[in-house]
């Protein structure tokens, strides 16, 4: 159990100490909201202030702001939850990527025709982050989260958005050339995935488009050739859409329809990594 910090409101008087407890409070507020995870539909007084390691009085006072401002909702047993604040403010950081009409609609027609979930991850510093995702329909799939957090060093679009965004790096200049990357087991050891880069009008990185599913059924070469192209092919349409080079994806497009996903040549550095989880 963290230590519980002293509280900042009952201490103190003045001009002077309110200015400066004023950046102390926000901290304890997102600590509050940051408190939730991505399994928590609810939590109690006591477990908020356990997680946080504040005062239950310094909670509870926060609590109450934080529900007159939108961003926490009592329930009626008494328990706290999320409010729809943070979904609005979500809205907006979706926007500002100003991607979604152009993904949204590639996102459906990759899971739709592939059977797995399709997504596209941004970098949040040393994290990748889902900023759109469609699942199929089908029972058996990977699920994940809108805004869900992943490490950035683990799983195939984590790959990408290290190739692209650490351009110097030595380590990712396979995934550079070839335009894509596999992971098998990285994050979870029962998924399975294969991202490519969505560039931008100035060539810059955009995302990493992913396809993911359960690792029995990336587990063929055949089924891997058929996301890549896919991936590459979607690829290189959502780039020209944002007015990026299409024509950049072309010789991988050409090299893997050719050759296939095959342990020799070029595509060796990949299927080396698919077994070490």
Same mark, same amino acid.
């Given at each position: 159990?963290?230590?519980?910090?002293?509280?900042? #409101?009952?201490?103190?008087?003045?001009?002077?100490?309110?200015?400066?407890?004023?950046?102390?409070?926000?901290?304890?507020?997102?600590?509050?909201?940051?408190?939730?995870?991505?399994?928590?539909?609810?939590?109690?007084?006591?477990?908020?202030?356990?997680?946080?390691?504040?005062?239950?009085?310094? /909670?509870?006072?926060? #609590?109450?702001?934080?529900?007159?401002?939108?961003?926490?909702?009592?329930?009626?047993? $008494?328990?706290?939850?999320?409010?729809?604040?943070? #979904?609005?403010?979500?809205?907006?950081?979706?926007?500002?990527?100003?991607?979604?009409? /152009?993904?949204?609609?590639?996102?459906?027609?990759?899971?739709?025709? #592939?059977?797995?979930?399709?997504?596209?991850?941004?970098?949040?510093?040393?994290?990748? =982050? /889902?900023?759109?995702?469609?699942?199929?329909?089908?029972a058996v799939r990977v699920s994940i989260?809108?805004?869900?957090?992943?490490?950035?060093?683990?799983?195939?679009?984590?790959?990408?958005?290290? +190739?692209?965004t650490e351009s110097q790096d030595p380590?990712?200049?396979?995934?550079?050339?070839?335009?894509?990357?596999?992971?098998?087991?990285?994050?979870?050891?029962?998924?399975?995935?294969?991202?490519?880069?969505?560039?931008?009008?100035? $060539?810059?990185?955009? $995302?990493? =488009?992913?396809?993911?599913?359960?690792?029995?059924?990336?587990?063929?070469?055949?089924? =891997?050739?058929?996301?890549?192209?896919?991936?590459?092919?979607? +690829?290189?349409?959502?780039?020209?859409?944002?007015?990026?080079?299409?024509?950049?994806?072309?010789?991988?497009?050409?090299?893997?329809? *050719?050759?296939?996903?095959?342990?020799?040549?070029?595509?060796?550095?990949?299927? *080396?990594?698919?077994?070490?989880?």
């Amino acid at each position: 159990m963290a230590p519980q910090t002293a509280d900042p #409101l009952a201490a103190g008087s003045g001009a002077g100490a309110e200015s400066s407890s004023g950046v102390a409070v926000l901290d304890r507020a997102f600590a509050i909201l940051g408190a939730f995870g991505p399994g928590d539909d609810r939590l109690t007084l006591t477990e908020l202030s356990r997680r946080t390691g504040l005062y239950k009085s310094t /909670v509870l006072r926060l #609590l109450a702001a934080l529900e007159h401002g939108g961003f926490i909702r009592k329930l009626e047993d $008494g328990q706290y939850a999320i409010g729809p604040q943070p #979904l609005r403010l979500a809205a907006l950081y979706q926007r500002s990527f100003q991607v979604g009409p /152009v993904i949204e609609p590639i996102l459906q027609q990759l899971s739709r025709d #592939l059977g797995e979930t399709a997504s596209l991850y941004v970098r949040q510093g040393d994290h990748r =982050l /889902v900023l759109f995702r469609v699942e199929p329909a089908r029972a058996v799939r990977v699920s994940i989260r809108i805004g869900e957090e992943f490490p950035i060093d683990k799983g195939a679009s984590g790959k990408v958005l290290l +190739a692209f965004t650490e351009s110097q790096d030595p380590r990712w200049l396979e995934v550079r050339e070839q335009l894509w990357a596999v992971s098998h087991g990285e994050r979870d050891p029962e998924t399975a995935s294969v991202s490519v880069p969505v560039f931008g009008a100035t $060539g810059e990185l955009v $995302g990493a =488009l992913a396809l993911s599913g359960p690792k029995a059924r990336f587990d063929m070469a055949s089924t =891997l050739t058929a996301a890549l192209i896919n991936l590459l092919e979607c +690829a290189k349409r959502a780039t020209v859409a944002l007015g990026g080079i299409g024509s950049r994806f072309d010789a991988s497009i050409a090299r893997t329809t *050719q050759e296939g996903f095959r342990p020799d040549g070029g595509l060796k550095f990949e299927l *080396q990594h698919l077994g070490s989880g």
